[in-house]
């Protein structure tokens, strides 16, 4: 069975911190994707990045970065600097593949609500 | 506006009525997912079309609940006989389903049952 864990239920850091929100994923696929969405206060999902199970490379953009472990099922997500405008709710999803290679369902972690102060 | 739309976005309904929620994917995308939010949960997955066929359905999907995508392109989701556990976000997302494979969220409707 897929699952996706996020065990951190709230974070709460002040303005210009570092913060990682920590995602654990199960999966028997030996294919399969990573997501990060953001879902602000207003509501829509918003898509943050992609990875699939044979790119370990680390990611950086802007001020965001991910950490993906195979070794530990773990795909990390750093918001350096943090901003109020970070404050959000952040969730972690895992897909396998099926129909030629493109991803079916999402499977979604219980989200992380991040609170950055000012 | 490109991207994911639905409509209604608020919809408050007796128990025991039925609803119907559409759907508009990214003009170019061709599959199509439908999910329902809960308070403090993640997204659960109900059911997908790649073009007009439905390829899977949860089995939170009960019989009250179906979804149609009848041209390939909008899809409606109907629950029928509501119930106030159906009281949930419901979200729609499309993909395209070759070389990407992220989904696009719309803004959800928000169904409350009384």
């Known amino acids: 069975a897929q699952k996706v864990t996020q065990a951190q239920t709230e974070i709460s850091v002040v303005e210009k911190e570092d913060v990682t929100l920590d995602c654990v994923y199960e999966?028997?696929?030996?294919?399969?994707?990573l997501f990060w969405y953001k879902q602000p206060p207003s509501g829509e999902l918003v898509f943050l990045i992609r990875r699939n199970s044979f790119d370990e490379q680390n990611e950086i953009s802007g001020r965001y970065s991910w950490n993906f472990q195979k070794s530990t099922s773990s795909f990390n997500f750093t918001i350096t600097a943090s901003q109020v405008v970070d404050s959000a709710v952040y969730f972690c999803a895992l897909s396998g593949t099926n129909y030629g290679g493109a991803t079916n369902k999402l499977i979604f972690g219980t989200g992380t609500l991040l609170a950055v102060q000012p | 506006d490109t991207g994911v739309s639905q409509d209604p976005r608020h919809k408050i309904t007796k128990r025991g009525q039925n609803v119907t929620f559409r759907c508009d994917p990214i003009s170019e995308h061709n599959r199509l997912y439908w999910y329902r939010q809960t308070l403090g949960q993640g997204p659960e997955f109900l059911t997908y079309?790649?073009?007009?066929?439905?390829?899977?359905k949860s089995r939170l999907l009960s019989d009250r609940f179906s979804a149609e995508r009848p041209k390939g392109s909008f899809s409606t989701l109907e629950i029928q006989r509501t119930e106030q556990g159906d009281s949930a976000m419901y979200l729609c997302a499309s993909s395209l389903s070759l070389d990407a494979y992220e989904q696009y969220f719309g803004p959800g409707t928000r169904l409350t049952v009384t």
């Open positions: 999966t028997r696929d030996t294919t399969y994707y």
């Open positions: 079309f790649q073009n007009e066929a439905q390829l899977e």
